[in-house]
């Protein structure tokens, strides 16, 4: 059975009620009528200060939400994202992902891969690990740092358990690192240099954000929630067909997006086949980190003309930390003995113990004439410098004397 909870001002408004009714009664039964007018009046005016007297119910933030302007909404949640994507500037986490077929199972799995993901402002690095099925041990694949002030990805690569390092240094990211789709849940200046399988559009706040003007809020929506739905195009950069993508924010974790739909059309392609994309996710467990929350397992369904068929991806992060990561946090060096290909500049090298390249080692890439390839220079030794400058300072010392000495003798 249901029971109903009265609010504490109503049963003040009870009692006051009452108690005024019972003083009615003792007037109409009494031979003291002034005595009792007064015990009347006493009890009407204890009600009411007792009334005065009790807590008051304070709105829920889904009600003091919903009392608000469609305007104000949207300048709240407005608010709230750009807020929020401002501490994503600074964060680290480690996380897993699981994909499986259309059950999720532990026997369907088909690929497990651990990313330890570290980003300060654009400027981020990511470690890539494998983990064997039937293992909890994951084998270490790869490392990128990227910075956009050198304006390159600098990774190393490490098959299986081989002694040999690779490096290399490029203006675009492997395709391995795609696989990290909680990026979706951070800022949209992360998005990879080169071609990234992840456009702006997959960009939860990012992308609502830039669709502010056209929102449509329902709050209160289902469960005590809200409701956010708003234009999606797959390719914002051109016109490309279009959809919505609706998301169902909680209110009691700073309007945290905890479920999303979004269907996509595209026009048909040359061949006349039709293009289309759906995807949804839900957000099974959340927590609090430096004041913001943060989804901690998600679960994604996709399917789309590609790959018709419906795809589960499981991503379940085990640490993260916000606004601790430093600028040695996202520093790659080159271990010695890396076998580095620098793309940029056409050249093979190896490294020593500092992680510079070995002179002696440097060649040009296969196939590029060795006149079109710029040669790193080699480091400047500390010590060198040091001679130089005091062979330097000798040089002008024996100028000196020797001036004067003959200052001397012509006097």
Known sequence: MRTIQPRLSEVAQFIMITMLDFGKIFIA?????????????????????????????????LEAFSALSLSEQKQVLKNTFEERLKKMENIYYCMETYVYGDTVSERDVALIRQFKHWQLRTAYRMDVEQIPKNSKVPNHLMSFAFDPREGEIRGTFRPNESVRKFGRIDNSANPTVWDNRYRIWLNQEFALPGADSLDDSAYIFANALKQHGNWAIISPFENQKIQLTHDYQRRSDRVDGGGKRTLVLDPEKDFLPIQGHWEWEGIPDG???????????????????????????????????????????????KDMTIGNVTASDITLKFDEGTEVTDAIKGIFYKTDARGEPIQSTIKPLYGLDPSQVKMPEPPKSKVNLVLMTIGIVMIIIGLYLAIQKRLRKSS
């Open 271 to 317: 061949d006349g086949k039709r293009r289309w994309e759906k995807k949804t996710f839900v957000v099974e467990k959340s927590e609090v980190f430096n004041g913001v929350w943060m989804p901690l397992v998600i679960q994604e369904s996709i399917r789309w003309h590609v790959h018709p068929d419906l795809v589960i991806i499981k991503i379940t992060v």
């Open 29 to 61: 039964h009494s031979r003291c009528s002034f005595f009792a007018v007064v015990v009347a009046c006493l009890c009407g005016h204890m009600s009411m200060t007792w009334a005065s007297d009790l807590p008051q119910s304070s709105p829920t933030k």
